[in-house]
């Protein structure tokens, strides 16, 4: 009877646990490894910032929009492992991963990659994406 309960609670247990991998966003495991768990379960505001900024806190523009911008080369951009990075990882906007890449971002004013293909990268800065966040209703921290 007791290894039946202890089966019936495993159930539950994993169930929930694999449910909770299923819904993180790979980009963030990949960013953040298995600690994303922990910020889903403990720190939810932390968590929709989090996936919230990896799908916000960028645009690509034509070049011909930024005239007079000091313009980044990518050249010098790789991820962790010192790969380098590729534009073509921008045409899928689902699945692209900024974070996981040595880019520059500032707090008080926006940061331009040209990707030599016509277009620029633009980050926004920072402390007017925080605003923008708080603004979403997904902070639940207010």
């Not at 523009?61 to 010192?82: A, C, F, R, S, Y």
């Not at 605003?131 to 209703?137: L, P, S």
Request: proline content about 2%.
């Amino acid at each position: 009877m007791k290894l039946f309960l202890l089966a019936i609670a495993f159930l539950f247990l994993s169930h929930g646990y694999s449910q909770t991998k299923a819904d993180v966003d790979a980009r963030l495991i990949e960013n953040h490894g298995d600690e994303i768990y922990n910020i889903l379960k403990y720190r939810k505001d932390y968590y929709n910032f989090l996936l919230w900024e990896l799908d916000n806190a960028y645009e690509i523009v034509n070049l011909t929009e930024v005239q007079g911008q000091n313009l980044l080369p990518i050249t010098n951009i790789t991820d962790k492992n010192g790969i380098a990075f590729n534009p073509v990882e921008i045409n899928n906007l689902e699945t692209f991963n900024f974070i996981k890449y040595n880019f520059v971002r500032q707090k008080e004013q926006k940061v331009y990659y040209n990707l030599g293909n016509g277009k620029v990268l633009v980050f926004k800065a920072l402390k007017p994406m925080w605003k923008e966040f708080d603004q979403t209703g997904l902070n639940t921290k207010n």
